[in-house]
C-alpha cells in the first residue's frame, strides 16, 4: 500500500490550500490519520491527526486555520489550511498508522506561502 500526498504548490499570504492523502489500497485497523511537515533546517513536526470517533487534535500553530478530515471508505486523509502564512512553508507528508502494520507515510507535498 502506498499513499500518494497532493494539493500542495505556491500561494500568497493569507491564501488557502487543501492537500489530500489517498491511500493505493485496503488499510485495516487505522489508529490514526494524520499531517506533519518538515521546513527547512527543522525536525518535523506534527501538524494534525485525526483519530476514530473522530477526534482531531492540531498544533497550537495551525489551530483555527487548519482543519483535518477524513474519508474512510476511500481512505483518505484531508488537511484544508487557510489563512496560510510565510511559516507554513514546509514540506507536507502524511501518515497513516495501523494496529497490524504499524505507520505508512506518503511522499511529501511541497507548501510554499510568499508574504
Known amino acids: 500500500v502506498q499513499l500518494q500526498a497532493s494539493g500542495g504548490g505556491l500561494v500568497q499570504a493569507g491564501g488557502s490550500l487543501r492537500l489530500s492523502c489517498a491511500a493505493s489500497?485496503?488499510?485495516?485497523?487505522?489508529?490514526?490519520m494524520g499531517w506533519y511537515r518538515q521546513a527547512p533546517g527543522k525536525q518535523r513536526e506534527l501538524v494534525a491527526v485525526i483519530t476514530s470517533g473522530p477526534r482531531t487534535n492540531y498544533a497550537d500553530t495551525v489551530k483555527g486555520r487548519f482543519t483535518i478530515s477524513r474519508d474512510n471508505a476511500k481512505n483518505t486523509v484531508y488537511l484544508q489550511m487557510n489563512s496560510l502564512k510565510p511559516e507554513d512553508t514546509a514540506v507536507y507528508s502524511c501518515?497513516?498508522?495501523?494496529?497490524?502494520?504499524?505507520?505508512?507515510w506518503g511522499q511529501g507535498t511541497q507548501v510554499t506561502v510568499s508574504s
Open positions: 489500497g485496503s488499510i485495516f485497523r487505522i489508529i490514526s
Open positions: 501518515n497513516i498508522r495501523s494496529i497490524w502494520n504499524g505507520d505508512y
